[in-house]
């Protein structure tokens, strides 16, 4: 890394960090900066040119111009810090994700004015600054949600990244901007694997003396007929979709087998690949409307379904 990229991103760092963490942020004079930016360098040394040629040639319109251009640049220099200046920022609570997909944050902008505020963009900020920004106006004395994403490579509980918010209303001419970092946490699931084998065998509850038959494609053979009355998740899909015969799954056998999806089990030496795997199973088994249960080292989760079920073996396995 260049000498001058690696100081400028130590520096960012150490002033992030001596940021405080909070969800929701009032912008005042402390927490805004502002700065010229390229065209208002420009305007800074066209206005300095017509000073210096009025001042030589005695040009009385050219005071006008120049006073008149200088009077535009400051007053617009008032109009984009205060277009930042009382904007109030809440982060909402982020849901989880799966690493490698993209997390949004959702962020309310919030205006107590009479007056709207134009040209606001809201990104996240990377090390990289690639920021993708989400531009917005605020009406008088109301709100707008706006949203962000970043993209978390690793599983685990995650910081969500610093946020930038700018404007450079009304002339471009300069850059108003502030960084907020939050406190909220993001969940991040492991991403399943793209195309896992079958569910594994079930087992026999304890006590009990059944066997297990599993076909090809991981679900009990325990089925029977189909029978007026029988609720629809119980039909054997796939199984219809070959044969042109509905069938049902029998529930008496799957009252004596156990569905488990153990981490010593997966197959597959790398631990990460077999959070992976088991990923994958926890949502198939849903999608099929399995009780399933859970075991990673030192813990163990009962056979269960439903989505409060699939949230909390997801988020054993990102935590694991």
Known sequence: MHPVAFARRRFRAWWQARLPLTDTMTLTQRN????????????ALTILVLLVGSINYQLNLGYLLTFLLAGCAVVGMHVCHA????LRLALLPPAPQFAGASAPLTVVLGNERAGARHGIGLAVLDATHEDHWTWTDVPAQGSV?????????????????PLTAETRF???????????????QVLVYPAPEAHPPPLPPGEPRSGGAAQLRAHSSGEFEGVRAYRRGDPMKLVVWKKAARSDELVSRDTLQAQRMELWLDFRRCGLADPEGRLARLAAWVLQADRLGQDYGLRLPGQEIRPAHGEAHKRRCLEALALC
């Open 170 to 184: 009304p002339l471009g001419t300069f850059r108003v901007w502030t960084v907020w970092r939050p406190a909220a």
């Open 145 to 161: 949600t706006v949203q962000v994403a970043f993209r978390p490579e690793r599983r685990g509980l995650h910081r969500v990244p």
């Open 83 to 86: 277009t930042l200046r009382g």
């Open 32 to 43: 805004v900066y502002i700065l010229p930016t390229r065209p208002g360098f420009m305007l």
